[in-house]
């Protein structure tokens, strides 16, 4: 079982950056994906980025060239760097692994809040 902490949320204000990690408590190299999710109040999860075992990423459309997702393996940790905030990405951001084997895993969350 893996688990997995996510940290570097905070407020924000807009056209600010920051940058969130995911430091999981085993390997990351045997997954198929690593990812990025977000949550905002009164809706739906939603993906936000998601980088695989060969280092390909893939982003929503929202990001709209502003999110760098990456991967560390000797470090076990994937980052999620987000630059030009908008007060609309406000969210709990969630950090997800996904194994061949169809487990899945999920963080805690951490709360990023960007003001206007």
């Known amino acids: 079982q893996v688990q997995l902490v996510e940290s570097g949320g905070g407020l924000v204000q807009a056209g600010g950056s920051l940058r969130l990690s995911c430091a999981a408590s085993g390997s990351i190299v045997s997954t198929l994906y690593m990812a990025w999710y977000r949550q905002a109040p009164g809706k739906q999860r939603e993906v936000v980025a998601i980088i695989n075992s060969r280092g390909i990423t893939s982003y929503a459309d929202f990001v709209e060239g502003r999110f760098t997702i990456s991967r560390d393996s000797p470090k076990n940790t994937v980052y999620l760097q987000m630059n030009s905030l908008k007060p609309e990405d406000t969210a709990v951001y969630y950090c997800?692994?996904?194994?061949?084997?169809?487990?899945?895993?999920w963080g805690q969350g951490t709360q990023v809040t960007v003001s206007s």
């Open positions: 997800k692994a996904a194994f061949p084997t169809r487990s899945e895993y």
